[in-house]
């Protein structure tokens, strides 16, 4: 990702929204007696990166689906703004401004790169001047200008996170749910990924929730970390607090910073 990449994405946000957040309140979850959640409390704002971590199985997937309207609450309400959300669909979540990515790509794999994005910003109530506007910034963004005309389904695991990670700032969201958007990259690629993530936050003025495995690339970018351990809440606080907790250190960080675990 280049600075004029970045640079240029400025004009890609069509207007400026209100300083809203995002809430979950003493969620539950529960599927068949299995408790996935319970009484999680999380908040984003549009001015943070917030990171989720936690082993498999700790609940974070869970979360994010019913964040973004994939799934409903046992228990426990979802606030968007102040107001309550909790059943309203995804697909008006995403006009309301929640978007996300997933752990496996979900792009529309006969479509190009660059019709991925397109589609992704009509779909959000974009014109197609808009969206063609929002394709050619969000391509120099993410690297991807050089593969705009390749059909999605022919891209390289690392590329196809960065077009699910694409599609999602097309609908101009004001938050931003990114689930291991940096599985697949190489090493090498991590920095320049971290910077895509600022700029989210920075130049689209979204707030972010983060779900990622690599624990360096969360404490680079995060400015709370919030950590779940069977469904319930272990920890919150400042990288540097997290490193330092010692019932983080002891489940999941051990001696490495890697190994946080997804699911």
């Not at 426990?76 to 959300?85: H, L, M, S, T, Y």
């Not at 008006?92 to 990515?101: C, E, S």
């Amino acid at each position: 990702m280049s600075t004029d990449g970045i640079a240029s994405a400025t004009s890609a946000v069509d207007e400026r929204r209100p300083a809203s957040n995002l809430r979950a309140v003493s969620i539950s979850r529960t599927f068949a007696g299995l408790v996935a959640l319970s009484g999680v409390d999380l908040e984003i704002g549009r001015d943070e990166v917030v990171g989720l971590i936690g082993p498999n199985g700790a609940g974070k997937s869970t979360l994010v689906n019913i964040l973004t309207g994939f799934d409903q609450p046992t228990d426990g309400r979802v606030e968007f703004d102040g107001d309550d959300i909790t059943v309203v669909a995804a697909h008006n979540r995403v006009r309301m401004g929640i978007a996300r990515t997933f752990q496996h790509a979900r792009n529309f794999r006969g479509l190009s790169v660059r019709e991925n994005i397109e589609v992704s910003a009509l779909g959000a109530g974009a014109t197609p001047r808009q969206a063609a506007k929002r394709g050619e910034n969000l391509l120099r963004l993410l690297d991807l200008s050089d593969l705009a005309e390749m059909q999605a389904h022919a891209l390289p695991h690392g590329e196809e996170q960065k077009l699910g990670v694409a599609r999602a700032l097309a609908t101009h969201p004001s938050f931003v749910l990114l689930d291991e958007p940096a599985a697949g990259l190489g090493e090498a690629e991590v920095p320049a990924f971290a910077e895509v993530v600022r700029a989210v936050r920075e130049v689209h003025e979204a707030g972010v929730l983060l779900i990622e495995h690599n624990f360096d690339l969360i404490v680079q970018v995060c400015d709370r970390i919030h950590v779940l351990e069977e469904g319930r809440t272990l920890a919150i606080g400042c990288p540097d607090e997290i490193r330092r907790h010692p019932a983080v250190v002891a489940a999941y960080l051990g001696t490495t910073t890697s190994g946080v675990g997804g699911g």
